[in-house]
């Protein structure tokens, strides 16, 4: 069996980016950024997030140490990005610009693709534990499919999270969800700032 695949790489894998990405705790934020879609949309939008997920995380891991040394691009760069974009929507989500009607010109704007399939759920963090995994593996085809289904198991339950969160919404209402909409981004502004607060430190220590 170890053969073919390893239990303790998948085992690892599969529980640090389950915490990382943390589907429980996506279906607030989920909620907050398709409050204003019908339950068609919201099971499309979860769709379509986790395939953008599963595919920048995916990308990463096989070209991602080759892509930032050519950009000439710091992992702690690329976090600190991310946690930028995200209090922006975490500034939205708290406001409640989120829920308001979108002007005309912008009504190809699919928060499905960002911010929720990236940074969101592939945010830096996700994306450095893959590739970290992927450069500490010894190259053989077990390591290869542990890390492939440690990925693809997580995303599985980001998927199923994200699709009952109808059930959520129909238990909370109108109000309820507006609710959890602000303490979502209460709680994203938070992790935005401890994104930004890893990146300074890691730069502060390459100094």
Known sequence: MSDVLDVHLFASVFITLFVIMDPPGTVPIF????????????????????????GVVVAFALFGQS???????SLPALQASGGLLLLLVAMELLTGKMEE?????????????VPLGTPLLAG??????????VT?????????????????????????????????????GESGTI???????????AIAVQLVADAVEAFIKAA
């Open 67 to 73: 892509l930032l040394s050519y950009m000439h691009v």
């Open 101 to 113: 009607p979108q002007p005309s010109g912008n009504t190809n704007v699919n928060v499905a693709l």
């Open 31 to 54: 909620l907050g950024l398709t409050s204003a879609m019908s339950r068609v949309q919201r099971n499309r939008a979860a769709r379509q997030a986790v395939a953008v997920a599963f």
């Open 179 to 189: 609710l959890v909409t602000r303490i979502a981004g209460l709680l994203l502004a």
């Open 136 to 172: 500490q593996s010894d190259g053989s085809a077990a390591d290869w499919v542990a890390i492939a289904l440690g990925v693809l198991a997580v995303h599985v339950c980001l998927y199923l999270a994200m699709r009952f969160a109808n059930v959520i919404h129909r238990v909370l």
């Open 124 to 133: 830096p963090g996700a994306i450095v534990a893959t590739m970290v995994f």
